[in-house]
């Protein structure tokens, strides 16, 4: 799957615009989401699942889910999200990374 983000790259601060996702692919953290819960800039992580949803006439990816290697990391993010996590069926040792707006996810997936 790839997301596609039709922003120039300039406006990402130089962050991808297209992102190929694969389960099981091998990505880092390339932002500071939370810095005190680990999701921070460099932090290696595993996508587990992806979450499709519609956003205008496109059915895109809504929410990543994703396995670090330290438990601790994220730890917080998943207790926050808790009932979503519930809700999606997913193990509690993954961390959901939600979209935020339009292409924009909290956090830029590079293959490590």
């Known amino acids: ?6 922003r120039h790259h300039k406006s990402t601060n130089g962050l991808l615009t297209n992102l190929l996702l694969k389960i099981e692919g091998k990505y880092i953290v390339s932002t500071n989401i939370d810095v005190s819960d680990g999701l921070s800039n460099g932090t290696p992580c595993v996508l587990k699942g992806i979450m499709l949803g519609q956003l205008g006439d496109q059915h895109v990816p809504l929410r990543l889910y994703v396995e670090f290697e330290d438990g601790q990391i994220g730890r917080n993010m998943r207790l926050s999200l808790k009932q979503r996590m519930l809700h999606d069926n997913v193990p509690s040792n993954w961390t959901l ?7 924009f996810f909290r956090v830029c997936w590079q293959h490590c």
């Open 1 to 6: 799957m790839i997301i596609r983000n039709i």
């Open 97 to 103: 990374i939600e979209r935020i707006k339009h292409f």
